[in-house]
T-cell receptor, first 116, second 113 residues
């Protein structure tokens, strides 16, 4: 299957700082990527849909000014958590759909964010 | 929007036994149903999927069944092995093209050696 990478795999930051997470499709192009958040022992919740060349669409309750998404190229989407707070500590996971079927989602390995 | 319910939340089986995880969905327009396996600290890994025009799909020890009328689908793992121990998530999506998934709450499977 297709490979999606994320960087960094884990990050610790101080409250009030910003953190950028990268999501890359390594062997295929992805005009759309999805960002999910997963709290401990919970399921994945969709945060936003990242669209190459246009603005991201955010799910209800997700602040677009706090979670900035930039889909800079056909293989890269970034999520920036601005002015991070301890309650933003979570596991952030991106996914990209298979180019052929457009249904099959390939997930990245996730980024563990801890805000102190 | 779509709502996916999953049960049981935890499942413990003896090595070699079968495991069954069930999910129900709310929107009859859902047409794609993948299952993911997630190990601790890692991203979900697709293990099998099924589309609404198919009632059953099998891949070695793993099978998925879909009942569109009842709006539920199930994951069946036979001859379980300790390395099958993980959290399993069902999911559903609606429509065509690139669309996000709605996930179930997850099932923690423990295979006892």
């Amino acid at each position: 299957g297709a490979v999606v990478s994320q960087h960094p795999s884990r990050v610790i930051c101080k409250s009030g700082t910003s953190v950028k997470i990268e999501c890359r499709s390594l062997d295929f192009q992805a005009t759309t990527m999805f960002w999910y958040r997963q709290f401990p022992k919970q399921s994945l919740m969709l945060m936003a849909t990242s669209n190459e060349g246009s603005k991201a669409t955010y799910e209800q309750g997700v602040e677009k000014d706090k979670f900035l998404i930039n889909h800079a190229s056909l293989t890269l989407s970034t999520l920036t958590v601005t002015s991070a707070h301890p309650e933003d500590s979570s596991f952030y996971i991106c996914s990209a759909p298979d180019l052929l079927t457009q249904e099959t989602q390939y997930f990245g390995p996730g980024t563990r964010l801890l805000v102190l | 929007g779509e709502n996916v319910e999953q049960h049981p939340s935890t499942l413990s089986v003896q090595e070699g036994d079968s495991a069954v995880i069930k999910c129900t969905y709310s929107d009859s327009a859902s047409n794609y149903f993948p299952w993911y396996k997630q190990e601790l600290g890692k991203g979900p890994q697709l293990i099998i999927d099924i589309r609404s025009n198919v009632g059953e799909k099998k891949d070695q020890r793993i099978a998925v069944t879909l009942n569109k009328t009842a709006k539920h689908f199930s994951l069946h793992i036979t001859e379980t092995q300790p390395e099958d121990s993980a959290v399993y998530f069902c999911a559903a999506s609606i429509g065509t093209g690139r669309r996000a998934l709605t996930f179930g709450s997850g099932t923690r499977l423990q295979v006892q050696p």
